[in-house]
């Protein structure tokens, strides 16, 4: 009897020793933390240059009334009525033309080019560009819109045209907008 208990209690004992809880694993390489942390600031630096540059741009048109989007980028509606017509909403198929200018006008593609486009609001993946200013055109109306280069082509371009990390200006005109099928 001795020796069952003698023995259940090496084995709780070794139970309780074999629970400790593990110790959390750290990090081998901090360079990898270094690089992240940099890469956030200089992100942040260039979204501001891009802001600081769109600021200019607001000020040398002022007959343009510019709002400023949650999702960092500038929009003015340069033709078209607001009223009567709603606004796209998610699912709705949106039909696009726009062309691609340089933040200094210089057209990098134009519409012909670039012909037009057709989508679902929120339910393709498409330049994120478009995809935000199908959300504040109504049907019938042109905008003027000042993309940051994140909402673009980001840190690749397009290998052809449009530069690392460039911010945009595109010239929008929503064609027509479908029925909403739900």
């Known amino acids: 009897?001795?020796?069952?208990?003698?023995?259940?209690?090496?084995?709780?004992?070794?139970?309780?020793?074999?629970?400790?809880?593990?110790?959390?694993?750290?990090?081998?390489n901090k360079k990898k933390q270094y690089f992240l942390s940099q890469s956030a600031q200089r992100n942040k630096s260039r979204m501001a240059n891009e802001q600081a540059l769109?600021?200019?741009?607001?000020?040398?048109?002022?007959?343009?009334e510019y709002q400023?989007?949650?999702?960092g980028f500038w929009y003015?509606?340069?033709?078209?009525e607001a009223?009567?017509?709603?606004l796209p909403i998610k699912g709705?198929?949106?039909?696009?033309?726009y062309r691609i200018e340089d933040l200094s006008g210089n057209v990098l593609y134009d519409e012909?080019?670039?012909?037009?486009?057709?989508?679902?609001?929120?339910?393709?993946?498409?330049?994120?560009?478009?995809?935000?200013?199908?959300?504040?055109?109504?049907?019938?109306?042109k905008g003027i819109f000042l993309f940051p280069s994140y909402l673009c082509f980001g840190y690749q371009g397009d290998f052809e045209k449009i530069g690392s990390n460039q911010p945009l200006r595109f010239v929008i005109k929503l064609v027509s907008l479908s029925k909403f099928n739900s």
């Open 1 to 28: 009897m001795k020796k069952v208990l003698f023995i259940t209690l090496l084995l709780f004992m070794g139970l309780q020793m074999g629970c400790d809880a593990p110790e959390p694993r750290r990090p081998i």
């Open 92 to 97: 709705q198929e949106v039909v696009m033309r």
């Open 112 to 141: 012909e080019q670039l012909g037009e486009v057709r989508f679902l609001v929120d339910q393709e993946d498409y330049l994120p560009a478009l995809r935000e200013a199908a959300k504040v055109l109504r049907e019938g109306q």
């Open 83 to 86: 009223v009567q017509k709603p």
């Open 54 to 64: 769109f600021q200019n741009i607001r000020n040398d048109e002022p007959q343009r």
């Open 68 to 71: 400023n989007s949650s999702k």
């Open 76 to 80: 003015a509606i340069i033709e078209g």
